[in-house]
């Protein structure tokens, strides 16, 4: 009898064993994979600005400095590999777009261009792709996190080579501006 709870004693120590180091492994594959989902929205956002550049570009060829910022922050977002770089790259291309539009205010005849505004609206969409994305990730990054650091799943993270990751911020110093609104 004594053999028997010993054995299932070892057992249930065993199966939850095994129940948390699977769970610290399918929290860190969900981190991985909604990385991934960024990138592909950021790559998708990447092929779209060529196209956009050079339908500004037949409207306001004098820009060339606001066209090379943005070629220029684009081919930095598609050489980042980590976290903190595909963010830092991410935040210097959405600033880079800003500007462009900005450009493309100033031209009425750009802004009634179908061309340009089915750009824009595609550019518009994969915006907010992107925006889920980072929040998916950030969300999964959370739940990683909070699994490797609390009781009793952070006995088991060093086990199954699974370590705190990096949230995705964007470095944006004009978002963190308060509008001024003037009536």
């Known amino acids: 009898m004594e053999i028997i709870i010993a054995l299932a004693v070892v057992g249930l120590l065993v199966l939850f064993f095994v129940a948390q180091y699977n769970r610290l492994i399918r929290l860190n594959i ?8 960024i990138e592909v929205q950021l790559k998708r956002r990447s092929d779209l600005i060529p196209n ?8 306001a060829a004098h820009e060339q400095g606001t066209f090379d910022a943005v070629v220029t922050a684009r081919a930095k977002a598609t050489t980042a590999s980590t976290v903190a770089d595909v963010a830092a790259a991410d935040g210097m291309l959405t600033q880079a777009l800003r500007g462009l539009l900005a450009v493309a205010e100033a031209y ?13 609206e595609e550019l518009s969409t994969t915006e907010n792709k992107v925006a889920f994305s980072r929040q998916f990730y950030n969300d999964n990054v959370r739940n990683l996190n909070t699994a490797v650091k609390t009781i009793p799943t952070n006995f088991f993270a060093g086990f199954a080579k699974v370590t705190e990751r990096e949230f995705y911020e964007v470095e944006d110093p004009q978002d963190r501006n308060v509008p001024k609104v003037t009536f």
């Open 52 to 59: 956009l550049v050079e339908t500004v570009k037949g409207y």
């Open 108 to 120: 009425p005849d750009l802004k009634a261009s179908s061309n340009f505004l089915s750009l824009q």
């Open 30 to 37: 969900s981190v991985d994979e909604s990385f991934a989902q």
